[in-house]
């Protein structure tokens, strides 16, 4: 059973940075790729980054473009994701999810529709 687990959420102030983790275990071939989302009340899941787990390659939104890095550590099976100058706007729960079985495609790399295993969610919080 593949298990998707984030950590690394929590409080910070305008400016700051966090780093997000995802962790993602049992299963027996790896993803193809792994995104970031948030969604914040009352809003739609956003993409906010995506990579692809073989070559590295990645993705970003508009939106955060330049202050958010995915990165991956393929012998811990882990996904990263480095925000920095965060703002209040930020706020949000974010998830991981990986794409298993799956063809990732740049056009839908970013959508929720990509991916077929969800992590709970870990809560970030921007205050000004």
């Known amino acids: 059973q593949v298990q998707v687990v984030e950590s690394g959420g929590g409080s910070v102030q305008a400016g700051g940075s966090l780093r997000l983790s995802c962790a993602i275990s049992g299963a027996t071939y790896n993803s193809n790729c792994v995104g970031w989302f948030r969604q914040a009340p009352g809003m739609e899941r956003a993409g906010l980054a995506s990579i692809y787990t073989s070559s590295g390659d990645t993705y970003y939104g508009d939106s955060v473009k330049g202050r958010l890095t995915i990165s991956r550590d393929s012998a811990t099976n882990t996904v990263y994701l480095q925000m920095d100058s965060l703002k209040p706007e930020d706020t949000a729960m974010y998830y991981c999810?990986?794409?298993?079985?799956?063809?990732?495609?740049?056009?839908?790399?970013?959508?929720?529709?990509?991916?077929?295993?969800w992590g709970q969610g870990t809560q970030v919080t921007v205050s000004s």
């Open positions: 999810a990986a794409s298993f079985g799956r063809l990732c495609v740049p056009q839908t790399i970013l959508t929720t529709n990509q991916y077929n295993y």
